[in-house]
């Protein structure tokens, strides 16, 4: 499996934005599919993830209901909405996949062997 990210752009505060993530190669069905994002100078943080099979979300602590994380395994692709957004989002989202991977570990890093390029968003003020 393959990733594309794509969606971001330029978005003023409190708008709304959507990313999507392409994959390709077979068995996509059986991978988790997170969001990572990295802002400048800090460290890569989880923001969502939507598990292999039967598609159980997770959501980093900050995204308080903004974000909502969906997949289309017919097409291969998976989706964050963002809303409400604010400058504290700019960031490099990335996405990142692995296959048939452990509930306990769906929002460390490490455990993702797949990632496509990252996209930026960038919430002005």
């Known amino acids: 499996v393959q990733l594309q990210a794509y969606g971001g752009g330029l978005v003023q505060a409190g708008g709304s934005r959507r990313l999507s993530c392409s994959a390709s190669g077979r068995a996509f069905i059986n991978y988790t599919v997170a969001w990572f994002r990295q802002a400048p100078g800090k460290a890569r943080e989880f923001v969502s993830a939507?598990?292999?099979?039967?598609?159980?979300?997770y959501y980093g602590d900050f995204v308080k209901g903004r974000f909502t994380i969906s997949r289309d395994n017919d097409k291969k692709m998976v989706y964050l909405q963002m809303n409400s957004l604010q400058p504290e989002d700019t960031a490099v989202y990335y996405c990142?996949?692995?296959?048939?991977?452990?509930?306990?570990?769906?929002?460390?890093?490490?455990?993702?062997?797949?990632w496509g390029q990252g996209t930026l968003v960038t919430v002005s003020s």
């Open positions: 990142a996949a692995a296959s048939f991977l452990h509930d306990d570990y769906y929002n460390t890093e490490r455990y993702y062997n797949l």
């Open positions: 939507v598990k292999y099979g039967v598609g159980t979300t």
